[in-house]
């Protein structure tokens, strides 16, 4: 007997019917907006590379809240600019740091929304590294001191929660560092705060950008050695089942649109929440190509955000956030 051929019809779709068959949905409720904090008055300055991206001092910081409460956007990420710097980051750690003042003030103004709250020492040491630096006598070589570098996380960690933080961040990449997290905030009461790990951190071209912004370039060598390279796959899950099994409550993949693959690996293998940090360069090299009219600007930023959506992210950190909400709702 010759069967026939089974043929896929495709269906001529209106608008309506698209829709309705619509696979993968893209919603604000997706979004984390990252929010750059610094001291002073009657600051808003805006990042020359990241255009519609600003430094805000506190007390300029309550109108953002408000639009992107507004925009129905539920989390933001927030990083301090401290006006002092010194080898041990002690800005990162101090109970009225620009971190922990401002998380006690997006909480006073929005009791509602997440706050997440980026724990690293970068922006606050004098030398740009994510923990303490020690020199050898001998060879000059200066290096980073895993060990001793967490003592100071867990600090920092824990007076952001003090300070009421409903997520720690840590974006460090320090051997050990969910695990010292958690028994930390475990010891300081605040076993109910979970963890946002930033796993899989490549050390990647695409923080140009966001250095600029956080004022947190290393001031010699580079994050290499304990950043990942963007060539593993098998050390990304690696770094994957470490920060689960000390105790992360949710997992993220930062760049994120050179590691689709490595986001849907986590997506596949892992019963977390996974996140995508929709980084400072793919933000600004959208801005760049619109404001040349080389692309359309909001097709381009919902087709990459469905994208990170559609490979398996639970979550996304994207400067687009705003934006993206309002597009969402049909407006221009």
């Known amino acids: 007997m010759i069967f026939p051929t089974v043929r896929h019809r495709r269906l001529r779709r209106t608008s309506a019917l698209r829709?309705?068959?619509?696979?993968?949905?893209?919603?604000?409720?997706?979004?984390?907006?990252?929010?750059?904090?610094?001291?002073?008055?009657?600051?808003?300055?805006e990042i020359p590379s990241m255009p519609g991206v600003y430094h805000l001092s506190l007390d300029l910081?309550?109108?953002?809240?408000?639009?992107?409460?507004?925009?129905?956007?539920?989390?933001?990420?927030?990083?301090?600019?401290?006006?002092?710097?010194?080898?041990?980051?002690?800005?990162a750690y101090a109970a009225d740091g620009i971190v922990q003042q401002s998380i006690r003030a997006v909480k006073e103004w929005a009791p509602e929304l997440v706050v997440i709250a980026d724990t690293c020492l970068c922006q606050?040491?004098?030398?740009?590294?994510?923990?303490?630096?020690?020199v050898h006598e001998e060879s000059g070589i200066?290096?980073?001191?895993?060990?001793?570098?967490?003592?100071?996380?867990?600090?920092?960690?824990?007076?952001?929660?003090?300070?009421?933080?409903?997520?720690?961040?840590?974006?460090?990449?320090?051997?050990?560092?969910?695990?010292?997290i958690r028994q930390g905030l475990d010891d300081a009461g605040f076993s109910d705060i979970a963890?946002?790990?930033?796993?899989?951190?490549?050390s990647s071209a695409y923080y140009g950008p966001f250095r600029d912004a956080a004022h947190s370039a290393p001031q010699f060598g580079d994050r290499k050695t304990y950043q990942m390279d963007p060539a593993n796959v098998r050390e990304a899950l690696r770094e994957a089942e470490s920060d689960i099994a000390e105790g992360a409550d949710m997992l993220m993949v930062k760049p994120a649109m050179a590691y689709l693959d490595i986001l849907r690996l986590l997506k596949d293998k892992y019963n977390l929440p996974v996140a995508a940090y929709n980084v400072s360069?793919?933000?600004?090299?959208?801005?760049?190509?619109a404001a040349n009219g080389w692309i359309n600007e909001r097709e381009i930023v919902l087709e990459t955000l469905?994208?990170?959506?559609?490979?398996?992210a639970d979550l996304i950190i994207t400067y687009h956030a705003k934006d993206a909400a309002r597009w969402l709702k049909g407006e221009e």
Do not use: W
């Open 124 to 134: 606050f040491t004098d030398h740009g590294h994510c923990g303490i630096v020690h």
């Open 61 to 91: 910081l309550e109108e953002e809240i408000r639009e992107v409460v507004a925009a129905g956007i539920q989390s933001v990420l927030l990083f301090g600019l401290p006006e002092h710097k010194d080898a041990l980051g002690t800005s």
């Open 142 to 180: 200066a290096e980073v001191d895993n060990d001793s570098s967490l003592d100071l996380l867990v600090q920092t960690a824990v007076s952001q929660a003090e300070a009421g933080a409903d997520i720690i961040a840590p974006s460090n990449m320090m051997d050990g560092f969910v695990m010292a």
């Open 195 to 202: 963890i946002l790990s930033y796993s899989v951190k490549f």
């Open 19 to 45: 829709s309705l068959v619509r696979e993968t949905v893209l919603g604000v409720n997706d979004f984390i907006y990252p929010i750059f904090v610094t001291h002073g008055h009657n600051i808003k300055e």
């Open 281 to 289: 360069a793919e933000y600004s090299m959208v801005k760049a190509a």
């Open 306 to 312: 469905t994208g990170m959506k559609r490979a398996g």
